[in-house]
């Protein structure tokens, strides 16, 4: 018997408050995912980071990551320095694998606001060679259809279809609807889902279930194999929103600082490396390690 296409709705809707940053007082962050991988699984975590700064403090600094991936899409403004800036609208992927080190020091007056989600790796995928991934925002696939402009930066959605290379199946999309205009495309019916509201007020599935700016809506899911439709209507106002979907790896982590693991003992191994300084910049990337799309 044939796997029947399900028309996704939503099952919960969160809205995370936003809290003191750890950038001083002029950043705020947004936990729009954190603590329920049980739940949001290949998804460990994401924040929505705004940071107004009014002074010329650097603040930041080099931090490590290993056993997962960083995945950002900056909505505004401009971080980096002269080896790599980005800019409004791009998107960046850095697996950090094994383990990298890499720094994000943002020195003069600075308005910025990004999305930095942790994705887990495939256990298989745990410890693979670090890499980072750029694709610009205007080299990133795009279609614009019935007041609907989509975006695409990771995977295959609404017919486009992202050159970045996936350990764990993701689709990344920010989506803009003009006033009363509505998206309807298909997702893998079992790839983990949910949208979160950037502007405006939506409407998603047959039973019109509403969300609001600042909200997160996680989605049902259906069988392996099977397809799903995702329908989102923006209201009078218009909308934008950003589509995050993954296929669950079903595998339980060790969560610790900036480490994921799959033991203990990984973790305090991993600390060890950092401070003997085994780990290598992200500066140092090879050729092969470093795609801009």
Do not use: C
């Not at 614009?144 to 975006?151: A, L």
């Not at 290379?165 to 983990?192: C, F, M, T, W």
């Not at 950092?274 to 092969?288: A, D, I, N, P, Y």
């Amino acid at each position: 018997m044939e796997n029947q296409s399900i028309t996704r709705k939503i099952v919960s809707i969160k809205t995370p408050a936003a809290e003191p940053g750890f950038l001083g007082p002029d950043h705020t962050a947004r936990a729009v995912v954190y603590k329920e991988f049980e739940h949001s699984d290949p998804f460990i975590l994401l924040m929505d980071d705004f940071l107004d700064k009014q002074d010329d403090e650097p603040v930041g600094g080099p931090h490590p990551h290993a056993g997962f991936e960083t995945v950002s899409l900056l909505l505004e403004g401009e971080i980096g320095d002269e080896t790599h800036i980005m800019k409004q609208g791009d998107f960046q992927m850095m697996t950090a694998g094994s383990g990298i080190v890499h720094t994000e020091t943002i020195e003069g007056k600075s308005r910025m606001r990004m999305l930095q989600m942790w994705l887990n790796l495939p256990k298989a995928d745990r410890w693979a060679e670090p890499r980072v991934q750029d694709l610009s925002f205007e080299n990133a696939p795009t279609v614009e259809m019935n007041g609907v402009k989509t975006v695409l930066y990771s995977g295959s959605f609404a017919g486009l279809h992202s050159p970045v290379k996936n350990h764990v199946p993701l689709i990344v999309a920010d989506i803009r609807l003009q006033p009363g205009a509505r998206l309807s495309e298909s997702l893998p019916a079992s790839y983990n889902a949910f949208l979160y509201v950037i502007e405006g007020n939506v409407t998603v599935g047959n039973d019109q279930k509403s969300l609001i700016a600042s909200q997160v809506g996680w989605l049902d899911r259906g069988s392996v194999g099977a397809t799903s439709d995702l329908t989102v209507v923006a209201d009078r106002g218009g909308a934008r929103v950003v589509l995050y979907a993954g296929e669950p790896q079903n595998d339980k982590i060790i969560s610790y600082g900036p480490f994921i693991s799959d033991h203990q003992d990984e973790i305090r191994e991993l600390y060890s490396a950092f401070r003997h300084g085994k780990m290598r910049h992200v500066s140092t990337l090879q050729e092969g390690q470093r795609f801009l799309y």
